[in-house]
């Protein structure tokens, strides 16, 4: 066991990461106690290495142990605690390693039952065993980025004077009005005798609850208060696409914000946020890269470039260099392009990947392939919207201009076939001052995707949920 005085601390003691990066290369001998996870063992006739991690980093820290000091539970998977000596390594591999003075095994693991061994596994396995994949470098990696990501946009917007706000995640409406929507209803329902209604007996909010597909409209009366708003949600919707960009149950990154009267300025926002994030979350990048493609890894970093902005063009210049395309290739899309009809993915995929190389922006959608909250162009045919198309992803962000005339909302909900008094409350919103404004929403495991080069969305999350597959 460690000595007495190791027990506990009035303080969180240092991680590895805060360890290595805080110390100088002077040559001293520093005395640590660390505490973490057995990633691999090395056994020798004089000497003994194991590499500990906590987490807190990709790389670990070699530690070095004597034969007689080297407990025989010291395996792969093991936690434990650590004291010693930090000095400056020998190796090329690594810069420092621990000299071991004493081990403490806090939970033992048995090497031969243990499902995340050193070599690769496959990623079914690692999804029926998602308790345990976060305990793979590329998944911690993947867990770490997302950490990173998310403090690099929350500065962002707290530097540009957003509000960081909580919205439901039960909803009575559904926001895209697409009807993918999973409702909520309690487990079990009250006996006839503590209520003779009927209806009390049915919903438990006396009106049908679903689970939110997006925070948009709740934000949009936050903004009518506080200008800037933004949230990060879980948010879900029971459609049942098997692709690698979709997922049940997602999170997503939504900002509205009032007093704005151009769907370019939305894109601004979004192309300075995301560039800000690509440039800072380099350095996180780096295990995830290691074996990815290279066509890939240039396409993330020209995008990063700032001073160069992003292509912006029209659904309708969009659909005219499809239907170029479709007609003069060979190799035809499947779906064959055409002005009112929806962009495909692999439409997506062409225009960002082939025709631009780069991320873009396309805007002024038709009306009827968009949610009844856009704002009416004064074409009369289209919206003031956008989606950004991103190589290798297709759609990352969408966004637009929200209606804020009062009789053009009302008319766009009857047209959409919506009930009127679901969204009497939205409708109210433009009644007493209303501002124009606008936002938007990012696929946050999509943008996860992107900047690390994995393939799916369900290695971008912790826990996947997709359709017939919900484990944990």
Request: charged residues 20%; proline residues 5%.
């Amino acid at each position: 066991m460690l000595p007495r005085r190791f027990a506990s601390t009035s303080t969180l003691p240092p991680t590895i990461r805060q360890l290595l990066s805080s110390l100088q290369p002077t040559g001293q001998v520093t005395k640590v106690q660390l505490s973490g996870w057995i990633k691999s063992v090395r056994r020798q006739k004089n000497v003994t290495f194991a590499v500990i991690n906590d987490g807190s980093c990709a790389s670990g820290l070699q530690a070095v142990l004597k034969p007689n000091a080297t407990p025989h539970n010291l395996t792969n998977g093991a936690s434990v605690r650590i004291c010693g000596n930090l000095v400056q390594s020998l190796g090329r591999e690594q810069s420092y390693e621990l000299h071991v003075e004493a081990v403490d095994i806090l939970g033992e693991c048995n090497p031969e039952a243990y499902p995340i061994q050193k070599q690769a596994l496959p990623v079914e396995f690692l999804r029926d065993n998602a308790h345990l994949r976060a305990r793979t470098d590329i998944n911690a990696a993947m867990l770490r980025l997302r950490d990173s990501v998310l403090r690099r946009l929350h500065s962002y917007y707290e530097a540009h004077d957003f509000y960081y706000v909580h919205t439901p995640i039960l909803t009575s409406n559904d926001c895209e009005g697409g009807g993918e929507t999973f409702r909520v209803s309690p487990a079990s329902s009250p006996s006839s005798r503590q209520s003779p209604d009927p209806s009390a007996q049915a919903e438990f909010f006396s009106q049908p609850a679903y689970l939110t597909v997006s925070s948009q409209l709740h934000l949009e009366a936050l903004a009518a208060s506080l200008s800037r708003v933004y949230t990060l949600s879980p948010c879900f919707r029971a459609e049942r696409s098997q692709t690698n960009r979709h997922l049940a149950e997602f999170w997503m990154l939504e900002a509205e914000w009032a007093f704005i009267n151009h769907v370019g300025d939305v894109c601004y926002v979004v192309e300075e946020s995301l560039k800000n994030v690509l440039l800072q979350c380099r350095s996180e990048n780096a295990l995830l890269w290691k074996d990815g493609e290279e066509a890939k890894l240039k396409s993330l970093e020209d995008a990063s470039r700032p001073g160069i902005p992003w292509t912006r063009m029209s659904y309708t210049d969009a659909v005219k260099e499809l239907q170029k395309y479709h007609a003069s290739s060979r190799v035809r899309f499947e779906f064959e392009p055409a002005w009112g009809r929806a962009l495909q993915s692999e439409h997506e995929r062409w225009l960002s990947e082939r025709l631009v190389g780069g991320p873009v922006f396309v805007t002024d959608y038709p009306t009827s392939l968009k949610p009844f909250y856009m704002r009416a162009n004064d074409d009369g045919q289209t919206v003031a919207c956008f989606d950004l198309l991103v190589p290798f992803i297709g759609e990352l962000v969408g966004g637009s201009l929200r209606e804020e005339r009062s009789s053009h909302l009302v008319e766009a909900i009857q047209r959409h076939g919506l009930k009127e008094e679901e969204y009497g409350w939205y409708v109210d919103l433009r009644k007493y001052g209303s501002a124009p404004h606008g936002g938007y929403g990012l696929g946050f495991e999509r943008l996860i995707s992107w900047m690390s080069g994995i393939e799916n969305v369900r290695e971008c999350i912790a826990m996947p949920r997709w359709a017939k597959r919900m484990l944990l």
